[in-house]
């Protein structure tokens, strides 16, 4: 594995979903996020994927911008856990703010691809 080369990658996916996520792109979040994805919210809500990009989809998850920082990015063979702090500007179901999180990323590359298959975030005080 040339971890220099994966880091640049994982780094590349980190930006396009982040993009994705305040853009609304579905397309590009599909791509990303495995079959099997597990996204925990910083609220607590734990969605699947088809779940999560139905709420891109409907509105009723908007980011209106997605900053993250501090990004840590470590491989153990074909798998990366990344962690950061993510300041989201969001509306969900209806409800409008600016959350700060610090968050746990796990990609799985699979096919030569890296996935998303964990997200776990937790709130942080602002």
């Given amino acids: 594995?040339?971890?220099?080369?994966d880091e640049q990658q994982i780094r590349a996916l980190e930006s396009r979903r982040f993009?994705?996520?305040?853009?609304s792109d579905t397309t590009t979040l599909a791509a990303i996020f495995a079959d099997?994805?597990?996204y925990a919210h910083a609220g607590g809500?734990?969605?699947?994927?088809?779940?999560?990009?139905g709420s891109i989809s409907s509105g009723d998850l908007?980011?209106?911008?997605?900053d993250?920082?501090?990004?840590?990015v470590?491989?153990?063979?074909?798998?990366?856990v990344v962690s950061g702090i993510a300041d989201v500007n969001v509306k969900f179901l209806g409800r409008e703010g600016?959350?700060?999180f610090r968050y746990l990323e796990v990609y799985v590359k699979q096919n030569n691809t890296w996935q998303i298959v964990a997200w776990q975030s937790a709130r942080l005080p602002r």
């Fill in 45 to 53: 809500l734990l969605q699947n994927k088809q779940e999560l990009l």
């Fill in 98 to 100: 600016t959350i700060r």
């Fill in 1 to 5: 594995m040339n971890t220099t080369a």
């Fill in 19 to 23: 993009r994705a996520m305040v853009e």
């Fill in 68 to 72: 993250a920082s501090d990004i840590k």
């Fill in 36 to 38: 099997d994805m597990s």
């Fill in 74 to 80: 470590r491989f153990y063979g074909n798998t990366s």
């Fill in 62 to 66: 908007k980011c209106k911008s997605f």
